[in-house]
């Protein structure tokens, strides 16, 4: 016979007795009676809390319990961290309430807590510390337990597997954070105010050759997988032709590279795209949000966490702006400018001086003979005036930093460097390896300033370019950037910090090159041509002129691209994008030779842009490496809540996990055994 239970509720709906879970009265089963009453005992002790539903919310404070500094056997003070971020001292008197004294002592340190507080009495009120805000215990009670283990000391420095540690009692991660919301906030506002629209496009997107590595994700259709984007690129532009003329996202990217201090598998980035507009007005907007925070970070508002100077959110005033000398500088230059006086389409303004190439090496043939077997050479030539180091200081540094150099800078088949040192004493002050007529050579590469002892002298050869120079940098540029860093660390150069004044240096770079040469294990755009397009095939040409040279070496042509550095970092990069369906197509199938497979996975954007599309421009700002830089920390895992490792690991979930061959199977996988 069945047995019929009745379901709870006002209806009288039963339910066969033998249809329950098996597993849930086994589950039930298997708890003691001793083991409920423990549950329950906990909950009551560590059951939640909400102020709104509290009785007495306005005498009521929640947080963290602080470390705790007694007087006396009836007198013990803690600070408390409220949720606001708020740090106020508890005051806990046992000669008025024992009881509740006695809680306060138990209670460990760092626990979550409840405190009721009550009016103090004037001899309490008479030892109020000055300058900060003192409540005085009523009653306390513990929110959750912690481990007994734990111990944090101002030094205390939690590993990456501890992250939820690192994130609450690393200040320095928590001002960045919360640094890395305001700053997007403001941007936001800033957008909005230029009329732009926000909107989501998809994150599972399709394969297509845009220069990076993709992550795939396979389907339950057999044989199909998504790309996750490595940029909205291709939406965006869509939505130009949809009629969206201001458009912006905060995107999540995805690239499957190697990861660097300044590299994520997974970023954020601010992603904007303006319809009917060129290169003057992306920037002129770009500079307008990025001010419009500027111009509020006062040199009160950094603090120096752990040897780091980050703006706190809570010192910014949001509607004053600074009267100090700005922090902040921008500067446009075009490529080659960047390259020829830095050496570096990064260039770190912050640096003193410039890079100088010799006008006419005929005079010092044989010093250049000494540093180069090149027969037609570029000469270059950078100064550094040190602070205070004597010639024989200066010596010991070079010779050092000479035998650190990695090989790529000191096994240059085109010439090593040659360091040459400023000695009064010495014949020709120290540099008679270039000859008499050294005076006029340093006059160049000073630019007229005056060397002082210790101060140095760089040179170095290159090959001199046939055509238009392409790379990233040049071989003295990174030299030049080792050196300076290498100096800043030992004390003889300066760098300011962050809040100074030249300590924020953002720089426009203009007029790429269009296309480089392909690089081993890069992907590039899959074409036949052994060339790749230098930021992705979408950009346009930067004239008629660059145009023709596609014809014929496209090597040559400049593009309408841009990026913003900060401080020696790319920050932001964009273009003027081919709005022309037929010089894209040009573009992929002749210059990049691209396979008609390849081109036909953009037949979405040639249906676009066939389709009224408008002239058009973007840009993406990489926010955070901004972040980063204008928190004073190199990486920007400092400055995600949960980074990846440079393994591309999340240590704290321990990810990418395992898979099997039965988590594949419906995909149509199987895992390659090894042999």
Same mark, same amino acid.
């Given at each position: 016979m069945l047995r019929l239970k009745p379901l709870s509720g006002r209806a009288s709906a039963f339910v066969c007795h033998r249809c329950l879970p098996r597993s849930t009265s086994r589950m039930t089963s298997s708890v003691t009676a001793a083991k409920q009453a423990e549950l329950l005992k906990t909950w009551n002790k560590y059951r939640g809390v909400d102020l709104r539903t509290e009785n007495e919310a306005s005498s009521s404070c929640v947080g963290f319990l602080g470390k705790k500094r007694t007087l006396s056997k009836h007198l013990s003070f803690a600070d408390l961290t409220t949720p606001s971020g708020e740090i106020i001292q508890v005051c806990s008197n046992g000669e008025i309430d024992k009881d509740a004294h006695a809680d306060f002592r138990q209670i460990p340190a760092f626990s979550p807590v409840i405190i009721n507080v009550r009016t103090p009495s004037a001899d309490e009120q008479g030892r109020a510390s000055p300058g900060k805000t003192t409540v005085y215990l009523d009653n306390i009670r513990a929110l959750n337990g912690v481990p007994k283990e734990l111990i944090v000391t101002p030094e205390t420095v939690f590993p990456q597997t501890k992250r939820h540690l690192q994130i609450r009692f690393h200040p320095e991660i928590q001002a960045r954070l919360e640094f890395r919301s305001w700053l997007k906030n403001v941007l936001h506002q800033g957008l909005m105010e230029k009329g732009f629209t926000d909107i989501e496009t998809p994150t599972l997107f399709k394969s297509t050759p845009e220069g990076a590595r993709e992550f795939l994700v396979p389907t339950r259709q057999r044989g199909t997988a998504y790309a996750l984007t490595q940029s909205p690129q291709q939406y965006k532009q869509v939505l130009m032709a949809s009629g969206i003329s201001r458009y912006m996202q905060w995107a999540r990217c995805y690239r499957d590279e190697d990861s660097r201090a300044d590299r994520q598998p997974e970023f954020s980035q601010l992603d904007m795209e303006w319809a009917f507009a060129g290169a003057a007005t992306v920037r002129q907007d770009i500079n307008d949000i990025i001010l419009k925070a500027l111009m509020v970070l006062n040199p009160a508002c950094y603090q120096d966490i752990r040897g780091e100077s980050i703006p706190i959110v809570r010192d910014i005033s949001a509607t004053k702006q600074s009267d100090a000398t700005a922090a902040h500088n921008f500067t446009t230059l075009t490529f080659a400018e960047a390259i020829a006086s830095y050496g570096s389409d990064k260039p770190d303004l912050r640096i003193p001086g410039r890079i100088h190439a010799m006008k006419d090496i005929e005079p010092y043939r044989t010093f250049v003979g000494m540093i180069t077997h090149l027969e037609n050479p570029t000469v270059e030539a950078f100064a550094f005036r040190l602070n205070d180091a004597s010639p024989e200081e200066s010596r010991q540094f070079v010779m050092k930093f000479m035998d650190n150099l990695p090989p790529e800078l000191g096994e240059n088949p085109e010439g090593k460097p040659q360091v040459l040192i400023f000695d009064s004493r010495k014949p020709l002050c120290g540099?008679?390896?270039?000859?008499?007529?050294?005076?006029?050579?340093?006059?160049?590469? #000073?630019?007229?300033?005056?060397?002082?002892? +210790?101060?140095?002298? &760089?040179?170095?050869?290159?090959? #001199?370019?046939?055509?238009?120079?392409?790379? +990233?940098?040049?071989? &003295?540029g990174d030299l030049r950037i080792a050196l300076w860093k290498a100096l800043v660390e030992q004390g003889y150069m300066s760098k300011p910090r962050n809040g100074e004044p030249g300590s924020l240096q953002f720089a426009w770079v203009t007029e790429f090159p269009m296309f480089k040469p392909t690089e081993e294990n890069e992907p590039g755009q899959e074409g036949a041509a052994g060339i790749a397009a230098s930021h992705h095939p979408f950009t346009a040409p930067l004239s008629e002129n660059d145009l023709e040279l596609l014809f014929t070496n496209p090597l040559d042509a400049k593009s309408a691209a841009y990026d913003l550095v900060l401080n020696g970092v790319e920050i932001g990069g964009g273009s003027v994008r081919n709005h022309i369906a037929d010089v894209q197509d040009f573009i992929m199938r002749d210059v990049l030779q691209m396979t008609d497979k390849r081109i036909a996975d953009f037949a979405h954007l040639f249906e676009v842009l066939r389709a009224g599309c408008p002239p058009h421009a973007g840009f993406a700002l990489g926010f955070d490496r901004m972040v980063a830089l204008m928190t004073d920390t190199s990486t920007v895992r400092d400055v995600i809540a949960f980074p990846k490792t440079m393994k591309g690991e999340d240590a704290f979930v321990k990810s990418p996990s395992k898979i099997t061959d039965e988590q594949l199977a419906p995909y149509g996988l199987q895992l390659r055994r090894s042999k």
């Amino acid at each position: 016979m069945l047995r019929l239970k009745p379901l709870s509720g006002r209806a009288s709906a039963f339910v066969c007795h033998r249809c329950l879970p098996r597993s849930t009265s086994r589950m039930t089963s298997s708890v003691t009676a001793a083991k409920q009453a423990e549950l329950l005992k906990t909950w009551n002790k560590y059951r939640g809390v909400d102020l709104r539903t509290e009785n007495e919310a306005s005498s009521s404070c929640v947080g963290f319990l602080g470390k705790k500094r007694t007087l006396s056997k009836h007198l013990s003070f803690a600070d408390l961290t409220t949720p606001s971020g708020e740090i106020i001292q508890v005051c806990s008197n046992g000669e008025i309430d024992k009881d509740a004294h006695a809680d306060f002592r138990q209670i460990p340190a760092f626990s979550p807590v409840i405190i009721n507080v009550r009016t103090p009495s004037a001899d309490e009120q008479g030892r109020a510390s000055p300058g900060k805000t003192t409540v005085y215990l009523d009653n306390i009670r513990a929110l959750n337990g912690v481990p007994k283990e734990l111990i944090v000391t101002p030094e205390t420095v939690f590993p990456q597997t501890k992250r939820h540690l690192q994130i609450r009692f690393h200040p320095e991660i928590q001002a960045r954070l919360e640094f890395r919301s305001w700053l997007k906030n403001v941007l936001h506002q800033g957008l909005m105010e230029k009329g732009f629209t926000d909107i989501e496009t998809p994150t599972l997107f399709k394969s297509t050759p845009e220069g990076a590595r993709e992550f795939l994700v396979p389907t339950r259709q057999r044989g199909t997988a998504y790309a996750l984007t490595q940029s909205p690129q291709q939406y965006k532009q869509v939505l130009m032709a949809s009629g969206i003329s201001r458009y912006m996202q905060w995107a999540r990217c995805y690239r499957d590279e190697d990861s660097r201090a300044d590299r994520q598998p997974e970023f954020s980035q601010l992603d904007m795209e303006w319809a009917f507009a060129g290169a003057a007005t992306v920037r002129q907007d770009i500079n307008d949000i990025i001010l419009k925070a500027l111009m509020v970070l006062n040199p009160a508002c950094y603090q120096d966490i752990r040897g780091e100077s980050i703006p706190i959110v809570r010192d910014i005033s949001a509607t004053k702006q600074s009267d100090a000398t700005a922090a902040h500088n921008f500067t446009t230059l075009t490529f080659a400018e960047a390259i020829a006086s830095y050496g570096s389409d990064k260039p770190d303004l912050r640096i003193p001086g410039r890079i100088h190439a010799m006008k006419d090496i005929e005079p010092y043939r044989t010093f250049v003979g000494m540093i180069t077997h090149l027969e037609n050479p570029t000469v270059e030539a950078f100064a550094f005036r040190l602070n205070d180091a004597s010639p024989e200081e200066s010596r010991q540094f070079v010779m050092k930093f000479m035998d650190n150099l990695p090989p790529e800078l000191g096994e240059n088949p085109e010439g090593k460097p040659q360091v040459l040192i400023f000695d009064s004493r010495k014949p020709l002050c120290g540099f008679s390896s270039i000859g008499f007529e050294y005076e006029p050579l340093l006059e160049q590469v #000073t630019e007229g300033q005056e060397l002082n002892d +210790g101060d140095l002298v &760089i040179f170095q050869a290159r090959d #001199t370019p046939r055509g238009q120079y392409c790379s +990233g940098s040049t071989k &003295i540029g990174d030299l030049r950037i080792a050196l300076w860093k290498a100096l800043v660390e030992q004390g003889y150069m300066s760098k300011p910090r962050n809040g100074e004044p030249g300590s924020l240096q953002f720089a426009w770079v203009t007029e790429f090159p269009m296309f480089k040469p392909t690089e081993e294990n890069e992907p590039g755009q899959e074409g036949a041509a052994g060339i790749a397009a230098s930021h992705h095939p979408f950009t346009a040409p930067l004239s008629e002129n660059d145009l023709e040279l596609l014809f014929t070496n496209p090597l040559d042509a400049k593009s309408a691209a841009y990026d913003l550095v900060l401080n020696g970092v790319e920050i932001g990069g964009g273009s003027v994008r081919n709005h022309i369906a037929d010089v894209q197509d040009f573009i992929m199938r002749d210059v990049l030779q691209m396979t008609d497979k390849r081109i036909a996975d953009f037949a979405h954007l040639f249906e676009v842009l066939r389709a009224g599309c408008p002239p058009h421009a973007g840009f993406a700002l990489g926010f955070d490496r901004m972040v980063a830089l204008m928190t004073d920390t190199s990486t920007v895992r400092d400055v995600i809540a949960f980074p990846k490792t440079m393994k591309g690991e999340d240590a704290f979930v321990k990810s990418p996990s395992k898979i099997t061959d039965e988590q594949l199977a419906p995909y149509g996988l199987q895992l390659r055994r090894s042999k």
